[in-house]
């Protein structure tokens, strides 16, 4: 945590992305909570626009590391993310890497969530109809995260370190999302 003017602490999150001030922590915070995605925010103007685009993974990857309170399911429980810390490239077991996940919590459930980007290049369908072979190994991909940490609840847990440390999980309902933006 970074303390700035003995105010609270900001979240790292991980890897490698700080809040640069109060007021960068104040928006984020403010814009996770909302239930929907405002269309006049202009960062939804920039995320339409790499759509179109078509660009790579990796750009789409970058957009949702600096706007995370676009990410799919972040608002969804109204405590928002735990400690307000969302991860970036994040190993689940020695197996899986999501390209985002977070724990979003009220008083009595804890819902670790992750999210697969896709580039919009890939189509989502074939000529034919069927869905592309792209969109089929991304959907199982989530599924295995799924099956993963359904089977192996406590070691998803032990993944979050210091961040679920002290607290009490078996108190809480313990729930697993994945979310695939194609």
């Known amino acids: 945590f970074n303390y700035v003017n003995n105010m609270r602490p900001y979240p790292r999150l991980h890897p490698g992305i700080e809040f640069e001030s109060r007021s960068d922590y104040d928006t984020f915070t403010l814009k996770r909570n909302r239930r929907r995605v405002d269309s006049c925010d202009p960062a939804f103007g920039k995320l339409r626009k790499l759509v179109q685009r078509k660009v790579k993974e990796a750009e789409m990857q970058f957009f949702f590391e600096e706007h995370p309170y676009l990410l799919p399911g972040i608002g969804i429980l109204h405590h928002g993310p735990f400690e307000g810390v969302v991860a970036t490239k994040f190993q689940l077991g020695n197996a899986y890497e999501t390209d985002f996940a977070f724990i979003a919590s009220t008083s009595q459930t804890l819902q670790i969530s992750c999210v697969e980007i896709e580039s919009p ?10 869905f592309s072979r792209d969109y089929l190994d991304a959907k199982q991909q989530i599924t295995d995260w799924l099956f993963w940490a359904h089977h192996n609840v406590r070691q998803a847990l032990d993944c979050w370190g210091y961040l679920l440390k002290d607290i009490k999980t078996r108190f809480y309902t313990i729930e697993f999302r994945a979310y695939l933006v194609f």
């Open 121 to 130: 290049k890939k189509p989502l369908f074939r000529k034919d109809g069927a």
